[in-house]
């Protein structure tokens, strides 16, 4: 964590806590993002009113409910190395409500310890605090431990009653950490599987910030994603998660070259992307890319596409990455036969620069899934090289060397005469870029109106 934050809040006179994954990625030796805090000794109201003489404040609210105040300070320094404010909270435990294990809230209450707020927190790794003023520990759960061990636990019974997401969060540092969960967990993810669907998309895929960093993401850019894929099929998180997979669990290819069930080549794909360093859309795209297997009468790719962008809308994932990802799916079954200058040209005229690298990224990690000769991972690796070497040449409107003023110059008329024959030219200049001169495709232009 960023020590003028941390300088910062100890100087408010608070006597705050850092707790949660801030507190635990210190104790991996990793860095922090997070850096949320507790204050002991107040409420909602008087967390806002000592907070108010440092900056802007606004309420904290998750799923709805009020769990604190964000601080925006008016110091420019640490405004800029918090510029998403800093998040307090009261102390908080759980008040039962009645006989069910869903009947209870939870409430701020100044005569809380900080050992109170840690029992209701989701694992006893993320259950350890620091006092900021002496340094202290405060692990009540054994979370250091857990984490010696690389072991998942629930803090208690009810953790996963209280917010499902938690049950996805615990996956993702499966993922992220490398961590296992104990049996008791394991069976709490199992017996609160299904609540998962009533968790709003934001939380699960999109985002609270429509940044596309919901669990789910961050599972999927977790180092072994693959690892926590399997626990989210075993517990049935992942059909809860994602119905749209749940055809593909255990589902037999029959084939030398797919010899792994589907849901196991699904796993495989998304970690072979993994560890190739590819970004959200190629890793999302690999989640996805055979959902339309199962089923299909034709074209998987394509019913793939259309469970694609179901499940991503379901999901509130950011409009331009659901549509990148859905047109990922659709097009990743394409052939690696004659790969040369041209075929790249033509890759890159088709799908434009960001989505043809991507669906190189996505078909090496699908071959990599299966069991191909080496010529084909040969024939990937090829096409990305071209890819890089032709991407130089022109392959865009943009790129012609006459626009469409040059052409109703000559006689062409607004509409869709006019972006045909500038389709044409180009198409004309993806095969020979040579032609690519002003003097040249006017001739061509003008034999096109004649």
Known sequence: ????????????????????????????????????????????????????????????????RRV?????????????????????????????????RHDFEIVADPSLSIEDDMARRDFTVNAIARRLETGELVDPFGG??????????AVGPRSFAEDPLRIVRGLRLVAQLGLEPDAQTLQQMRDEADSVRLVSGERLGGGLDADGMGELSKLLLGRDPARALRLARDTVVLTALL???????????????????????????????????????????????DAGKPGADGDHAERGARLTKQALGRLRY????????????????????????RFARRFLREHGDELAFDLVALKEADLRGKQVLQEELDAAAQLRRLLEQERAQPHRLEDLAVDGTDLLQLGYSEGPELGRALDSLLDAVVEEPALNTREQLLDRARARVA
């Open 243 to 289: 119905p749209e997979l749940e055809a593909t669990i255990g589902f037999e290819q029959h084939s030398r070259r797919q010899h792994l069930p589907l849901d196991e080549h699904i796993f495989a794909v998304v970690q072979a992307a993994a560890d190739a360093g590819a970004g959200l859309p190629v890793r999302l795209g690999a989640l996805l890319h």
């Open 1 to 64: 964590m960023d020590r003028t934050i941390e300088d910062f809040v100890r100087g408010l006179g608070l006597d705050a806590y850092l707790v949660g994954g801030a507190v635990r990625d210190e104790l991996l030796g990793l860095d922090s993002k997070d850096a949320d805090f507790v204050v002991p000794g107040v409420d909602y109201e008087g967390l806002r009113r000592a907070l108010e003489r440092h900056g802007r404040v606004e309420d904290l609210e998750v799923a709805g």
């Open 68 to 100: 604190g105040a964000r601080l925006y300070p008016r110091d420019p320094t640490v405004r800029a190395a918090a510029p998403a404010g800093i998040e307090f909270a009261p102390l908080r435990a759980e008040r039962s409500t009645g006989p069910g």
């Open 144 to 153: 250091a431990e857990d984490l010696e061990r690389a072991v998942l636990r």
């Open 318 to 341: 950011p409009s331009r990455l659901r549509t990148h990802v859905t047109r990922l799916v659709r097009s990743h079954s394409f052939r690696l036969d004659a790969v040369d200058e």
